[in-house]
């Protein structure tokens, strides 16, 4: 019986408003792209260097930011500049900074688990960063325990990291299930424990074609469903 949730951050309870930045970012080009159009873009982009890159994305963006902006560009079917693009995306931040923000009803949906009983965990792959993010959010209220690869010396997909959230958290990997996004750090790491996860993926097996993985959700609010309970209500006052 699970009696642990484990989840990850970025992408699974935390987003950042990177679509409305960039659309100010080629509207310097005279460009336009819907908000959709781009968070397609952006999702194809992280699934790919998930792919064939792993761990890259977690590092400083310096190393990878030409490369990946040019994968992100493709994605959008366009030829620009890359060093241009990436100035105007640093002029863009001073004055429409890209934060983290949780999902719509992350905290909520965080606290209707623990009121079914479920104890919370993170383990993400993080800055130190990671703790201000999820204090800003509201997050780590909802949390019973936190492992941030920063602080910890791990990353997924080490199954160290796993191991120690299964100590912590005095549970059997049959007692755990992980929520991430990332096949090759969550579903990977996980597995090698012997523990479950489910992977977010927004848009279906879009952008994750070459895997035959299942279950796949669409976001954190499908968690209670997948374990048996109702869904749950809706929050009509936002």
Same mark, same amino acid.
């Given at each position: 019986?699970?009696? !642990?949730?484990?989840?990850d951050l970025?992408?699974?309870? $935390?987003?950042?408003?990177?679509?409305?930045? !960039?659309?100010?970012?080629?509207? %310097?080009?005279?460009?336009? %792209?819907?908000?959709?159009?781009?968070?397609?873009?952006?999702?194809?982009?992280?699934?790919?260097?998930?792919? @064939? !890159?792993?761990?890259?994305?977690?590092?400083?963006?310096?190393?990878? #930011?030409?490369?990946?902006?040019?994968? +992100?560009?493709?994605?959008?079917? +366009? #030829?620009?500049?890359?060093?241009?693009?990436?100035?105007?995306?640093?002029?863009i931040?001073? @004055?429409?900074?890209?934060?983290?923000?949780? =999902?719509?009803?992350?905290?909520?949906?965080?606290?209707?688990?623990?009121? #079914? &009983?479920?104890?919370?965990?993170?383990?993400?792959?993080?800055d /130190? *960063?990671?703790?201000? $993010?999820l204090?800003?959010n509201? +997050?780590?209220?909802?949390?019973?325990?936190?492992?941030?690869s920063?602080?910890? &010396?791990?990353?997924?997909?080490?199954?160290?990291?796993?191991?120690m959230?299964?100590?912590?958290?005095?549970?059997?990997? *049959?007692e755990?299930?992980?929520?991430?996004?990332?096949?090759?750090?969550?579903?990977?790491?996980?597995?090698? $424990?012997?523990?479950?996860? #489910?992977?977010?993926?927004?848009?279906?097996?879009?952008?994750?074609?070459?895997?035959? =993985?299942?279950?796949?959700?669409?976001?954190?609010?499908?968690?209670a469903? !997948?374990? /048996?309970?109702?869904?749950?209500?809706?929050?009509?006052?936002?």
């Amino acid at each position: 019986m699970i009696r !642990y949730l484990w989840f990850d951050l970025g992408y699974t309870l $935390v987003r950042t408003n990177r679509e409305e930045a !960039y659309q100010r970012v080629l509207e %310097r080009f005279g460009v336009y %792209r819907n908000r959709e159009e781009i968070a397609i873009a952006y999702h194809l982009t992280d699934k790919l260097f998930m792919r @064939e !890159y792993p761990g890259v994305l977690g590092k400083d963006g310096r190393a990878f #930011l030409p490369w990946y902006t040019g994968a +992100l560009n493709y994605q959008l079917r +366009l #030829l620009l500049p890359i060093d241009e693009v990436l100035q105007a995306h640093r002029d863009i931040a001073r @004055e429409y900074p890209v934060k983290w923000q949780a =999902y719509d009803g992350a905290k909520r949906t965080l606290s209707y688990l623990r009121g #079914l &009983g479920y104890r919370l965990g993170l383990i993400s792959n993080w800055d /130190g *960063s990671a703790r201000e $993010v999820l204090a800003l959010n509201g +997050l780590d209220e909802e949390l019973d325990d936190i492992l941030i690869s920063s602080e910890v &010396g791990i990353e997924k997909p080490s199954p160290d990291i796993f191991r120690m959230a299964l100590a912590r958290g005095g549970v059997s990997a *049959s007692e755990a299930l992980y929520i991430g996004d990332n096949y090759y750090d969550d579903v990977v790491g996980s597995q090698k $424990v012997g523990m479950h996860c #489910l992977l977010v993926n927004a848009y279906g097996n879009r952008g994750i074609e070459e895997l035959s =993985y299942r279950p796949v959700i669409s976001g954190i609010q499908d968690v209670a469903a !997948y374990l /048996g309970h109702p869904r749950m209500p809706l929050d009509h006052t936002g």
